[in-house]
């Protein structure tokens, strides 16, 4: 394709950029690339460079940090989430644009830091590349950005990282860019740097807000108000359910997806443990974790019958355990081994060897942790623990594997969206409904990073957006570009039964409608939802006339059986 024709649409987020795309498609509009300003940087880099993908980070981490000493940190670097703070820490920094060798005398924790940095960077391979060393490379290139780029426009973002920045001034004398900000908040630090803004006025959408009893009781209203969108003609690909902390609400989601029947698109993903490969891989990590018993056992063999270890196995095999003992220790399963005999198994063949062969790898516990893996799961489910194992210890992997996620395997552009309000803020739709909107919730407190606390590193330069500011600018950012409708829910109650409050940023937003848990509801999600929610007065109406019914049987003499 000829460099005249090309130009750059750098949005943020991956459903914004499918949306884009699918756009683009639709208009044919050629030459045009779709994508985040990090990959454009490593676009005009060119060669082999890319950038640090999380997996790859992680399991650095997990090779170096055994060796590298901690300092402060000694007495943790063994513990479950600690690859995950290194690795979140490390994506701030370098995101900030803070250089950690130049700051290791500042702090014995940044030294610590630095020390990590320093073996992480040895350990990836020569073309994976931080952000400051992304952008070097690029503005050794900038001359070419007219053919590998061409005209760039940047849309649907309020903020972007400081290590990104200096590139951007820099395209400025090379390319023209445009910052479309619409409605948007735009960052000071734009003026002056040469980047073009384009403003648009705001959207006006009809605002209620409404209060119901729980956050189960949040997700039952937004389900219902979404099918009656659907039922009154409105694509689902205009509707869109949102929150600052989607696993909140992820599990009463996935509950009621399934009664529903509605294509409910997690944007952020669902939890592997709610998918078979992953209920494989944890029924596994429940052995290699708390040892072997009749009962995990059975467990296993249920989820993986095609695995090595079982495959020779007849069916109905598990019926040579005895039921009522747990067989917990390897000396009870080699008693209950050497007194099976060929005759115990359904097809009269001696499988004893194989069975003793499997018990023998499920108590070697944590420490074979990868081969025991290796050894049972495959496909879906092995990749899930091999990606378990990089994210934390293998004696804590069922507890690594409670916060893997992964796609749900629909499609943004024609499902109803079930997502973090970030990223509606970047990609908005016609008909949105906001959850949580509680006191703490809404917007969320700061937290200091896991491993560099405030004291050394203020948040605001670790992250120029911090949570609690970024929650309300996407808030704001929301109701402006919204065409049609948005509904602001909360909680009443918590799970426990304590009054929860409003959030700051429900106030002038009008009176709000109280929903009752028990009301009738005025279209209902589901078949279920739809029995329950008849008037009591049918439901006893119709409970007496059966009970009438059978006495007039019974009073006449005629036989009857239930």
């Known amino acids: 394709m000829a460099g005249a024709n090309r130009s750059t649409l750098v949005v943020h987020g991956r459903l914004a950029m499918r949306e884009r795309r699918l756009a683009a498609g639709r208009d044919r509009r050629h030459g045009l690339q779709i994508m985040s300003f990090e990959q454009a940087a490593v676009r005009l880099a060119g060669g082999f460079v890319r950038p640090i993908d999380e997996e790859s980070l992680r399991a650095a981490i997990q090779a170096v940090l055994p060796a590298t000493p901690m300092g402060e940190l000694e007495g943790i670097k063994a513990l479950p989430g600690m690859i995950g703070a290194a690795a979140d820490t490390l994506h701030k920094v370098w995101r900030a644009g803070v250089?950690?060798?130049?700051?290791?005398?500042?702090?014995?924790?940044?030294?610590?830091?630095?020390?990590?940095?320093?073996?992480?960077?040895?350990?990836?391979?020569?073309?994976?590349?931080?952000?400051?060393?992304?952008?070097?490379?690029?503005?050794?290139?900038?001359?070419?950005?007219?053919?590998?780029?061409?005209?760039?426009?940047?849309?649907?973002?309020?903020?972007?990282?400081?290590?990104?920045?200096?590139?951007?001034?820099?395209?400025?004398?090379?390319i023209p860019v445009q910052w479309t900000a619409g409605p948007r908040s735009v960052p000071a630090w734009l003026d002056g740097i040469g980047v073009t803004v384009v403003h648009a006025p705001a959207q006006t959408p009809g605002i209620r807000a409404v209060s119901a009893a729980t956050a189960y009781h949040e997700a039952i209203e937004a389900m219902r108000w979404a099918r009656s969108l659907l039922a009154n003609g409105v694509s689902p690909s205009d509707i869109a359910i949102a929150t600052a902390s989607p696993a909140d609400y992820d599990d009463h989601f996935l509950a009621l997806r399934a009664d529903a029947n509605i294509d409910l698109h997690f944007v952020h993903g669902v939890r592997t443990v709610t998918t078979r490969e992953g209920q494989t891989a944890a029924a596994l990590?429940?052995?290699?974790?708390?040892?072997?018993?009749?009962?995990?056992?059975?467990?296993?063999?249920?989820?993986?019958?095609?695995?090595?270890?079982f495959e020779t196995l007849p069916e109905g095999w598990l019926r040579v355990l005895p039921?009522?003992?747990?067989?917990?220790?390897?000396?009870?399963?080699?008693?209950?081994?050497?007194?099976?005999a060929p005759e115990d198994f359904p097809d009269g063949a001696d499988h004893v060897p194989a069975l003793r062969t499997a018990v023998e790898t499920l108590v070697k516990g944590s420490e074979a942790a990868s081969e025991i893996g290796e050894a049972f799961l495959k496909g879906r489910a092995l990749a899930i623990w091999r990606k378990a194992l990089l994210a934390g210890p293998a004696a804590s992997i069922?507890?690594?594997?409670?916060?893997?996620?992964?796609?749900?395997?629909?499609?943004?552009?024609?499902?109803v969206a079930w997502m973090p309000a970030s990223a509606l803020a970047a990609s908005p739709r016609r008909f949105v409904r906001l959850l949580g909107l509680n006191s703490s919730r809404w917007p969320r407190g700061i937290a200091e990073d896991r491993l560099i606390p405030d004291h050394i590193i203020p948040t605001p330069v670790l992250d120029p957006l911090p949570v609690n500011l970024a929650d309300r600018r996407d808030f704001e950012t929301i109701l402006a570009t919204t065409a049609d409708t948005v509904v602001l829910s909360r909680a009443r109650r918590d799970s426990d039964g304590r009054l929860l409050g409003r959030s700051p940023l429900l106030a002038g937003r009008g009176d709000e409608t109280y929903l009752r848990r028990n009301a009738t509801p005025a279209h209902a999600f589901s078949e279920t939802d739809r029995l329950m929610a008849r008037p009591p007065g049918v439901r006893s109406r119709s409970a007496s006339g059966r009970c009438a019914g059978l006495l007039a049987r019974l009073a006449a003499g005629r036989d009857y059986s239930p």
Do not use: F, Y
């Open 99 to 174: 250089d950690l060798a130049a700051c290791a005398g500042v702090h014995p924790r940044l030294a610590a830091i630095a020390r990590l940095e320093s073996g992480v960077l040895d350990q990836l391979p020569p073309g994976m590349m931080r952000p400051h060393d992304i952008v070097a490379a690029a503005t050794a290139r900038i001359a070419h950005a007219p053919a590998v780029l061409g005209p760039m426009e940047i849309v649907g973002l309020t903020e972007l990282s400081p290590c990104w920045r200096p590139l951007l001034q820099d395209l400025t004398a090379h």
């Open 285 to 309: 990590a429940d052995i290699v974790v708390r040892g072997l018993s009749q009962s995990r056992l059975r467990r296993l063999a249920a989820l993986c019958r095609d695995s090595a270890p």
């Open 323 to 340: 039921t009522d003992a747990p067989l917990s220790t390897l000396g009870a399963w080699n008693r209950l081994l050497s007194r099976l």
């Open 398 to 415: 069922d507890a690594t594997l409670e916060t893997l996620k992964q796609d749900d395997g629909l499609e943004a552009c024609v499902c």
